[in-house]
């Protein structure tokens, strides 16, 4: 990749008339947009390859639609620290997750706390990587977002702790793995609650926002088995992957 700029570099150089970097204004810039440009190649052929990897064994695999499908399980997930109702989101985790987060619900219900969350947005995402551990496909994906998150009683709603007036930024790595039981044929989402028929909002949510009943529903193609976040800069969370 080096030798293809310098050749284009020496070009410039002879039709310029330019001897000498030392004779060259924009050396510098030069050098710094080659850097760039090489390690934007470097990036898009590494995630093309771990495109291709993944298509092995999931020949219809779609990464945009993976990346909104993890940004949907991150804005519900972060949404449920609020509304505790993990059912609602239970068919998009794995079932160890799923019960680490019911205990870790239960124990703020017994210090009568609820974790307030507002205003989240979802500024970037990416698949960091793909691997195959003891024949089980796992999937990262990056997201940085930002959401206003502090506790109030869930009695009486009255401020406990936590920054009420300023969003934070986040930067979270998700992991999924594949549902191996997953069969997209079998895969049936109802429109309507079973209940009292009226229409379910979204796919994702298998809650009716009219009876609050818990409507069942398959297990996701991809299921996450960790959420692991920490809070970052606005000025990072920004910045491009």
Known sequence: MGDVFGFVNNILDSVMGISSHNDDPFHE??????????ASIE?????????????????????????AYAKKVFELLINTR????????????????????????????????LNFIKNISVYQKQIKSYSIIDNNEVMTINIKARFMSYFITADTRQYVRGNRYDAKAYLAEMKFTKNKKYDKAE??????????????????????????????????????ISNDMRETTIENMMKKF
């Open 29 to 38: 810039e030069r050098i710094m947009y080659n850097t760039t440009m090489a």
């Open 43 to 67: 990036i898009a052929n590494e995630k093309r390859q771990m495109n291709d990897q993944i298509r092995i064994r999931n020949p219809e695999f779609n990464p945009e639609e993976m990346l």
């Open 82 to 113: 609020y509304t505790q109702n993990i059912d609602s989101i239970e068919h998009c985790l794995h079932n160890d997750l799923y019960q680490n987060i019911c205990s870790e619900y239960n124990q703020l219900k017994a210090q009568n706390l």
């Open 187 to 224: 895969e049936k989402i109802p429109t309507n609650c079973p209940n009292c028929g009226a229409p379910l909002d979204e796919a994702y949510i298998n809650v009716c926002s009219y009876c609050h009943t818990v409507v069942p529903l398959p297990k996701k193609e991809w299921l996450l």
